[in-house]
């Protein structure tokens, strides 16, 4: 017996695993999605300063509306989009359980499309809700007429569409998010993660919003922005869906020193986002490179690429381990995923894969 089970804990928590990718000080860390870019020195140095000013008002609580960095949010989404349509909190972790805690909850599920982003069913099971898992067609894709058979049926009342999907960095198709909606009176999540490694001219699923009172699109700054350790993340929804949340934020749950740091940062977000041009070079690279080795790759509008026909996932992973690469064994039947990196990361990466394993 663990000593876990030793404690009063809630039944529903019992037998559950943490959230758990490994963190290891290895040279080429590629293997929580994270920007490897760190922040231009100009931004940087900005946002000491706004943090600077936040210290001489630290003996008060933060603006409890984050009324400047829900402005700057609007500002940097456009689409129209006004602050009373903006929500944030410490990671789109912290968004995504705000409205769960809202909309899901005992005797309540949740649903998405398996594999997706292993915080989903954690999240879920912390409010006491129960996951529920759809299924994904060939290579991952969903499609508009499965999607809302399998919501249909479920009647959850919150969706998960991650949207382009981790693990497996599949694109989805704005119809899918149409058909979901149309098939559930539920919430409708479109967590846009890694929305800015998606093509340019690709339409986000913001531009479904107007009408559709129950769509919530997520985004956060710890991909694109490069600002994973910072934590903070957003979102996009009717006015009524954010005074929902705001039944369960805890007070002032955005420091005053987050909040300065963040809106100094979304006034540089060109500078912020150069990286991103040359991170999705280093993805195609990834993704030509494994391909010629006999690997397959999944097509990515990520910032990670899945690659299938591994015949020993975790002896690979061990052998770029020992190389001192460091990248994730998802539990993917003969897959790994890998983070695109610098290209120096990137190559290091590439070098290790060559010279290790191979294709089944
Ligand atoms: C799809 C997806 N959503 C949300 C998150 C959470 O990001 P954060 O809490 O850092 O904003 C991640 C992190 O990897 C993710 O992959």
Redesign the pocket.
Known sequence: MSPLDDLPIRDDLRGMKPYGAPQVPLPVALN??ENTHPVPQEVADDILDSIAKSLHDINRYPDREFTALREGFADYLGHGLTRDQIWAAN????V?QHVLQAFAGPGRSAFGFSPT?S?YPLLTRGTGATWVAGERGHDYTITPESAAEQVAEAAPDVVFL?SPN?PTGTPLPLNVVEAVYDATDGIVIV?E??WEFAPRDERSALTLLPDRERLVV?R???KAFAF?GA???YLAAAPDVIDALRLVRLPYHLSALTQAAASAALRHAPIMMRAVGEIVAQRDRISATVEALGYTAYESWTNFVLFGDVDDPAGTWQELYDHGVLIRDIGIPHSLRVTAGTEEETTAFLDALASVGSAS
């Open positions: 929580v999605n990671g789109s972790n912290e995504l982003y915080m991650c981790n967590d993660a890694y997520s956060t700054m710890s994973a934590r903070v993340g």
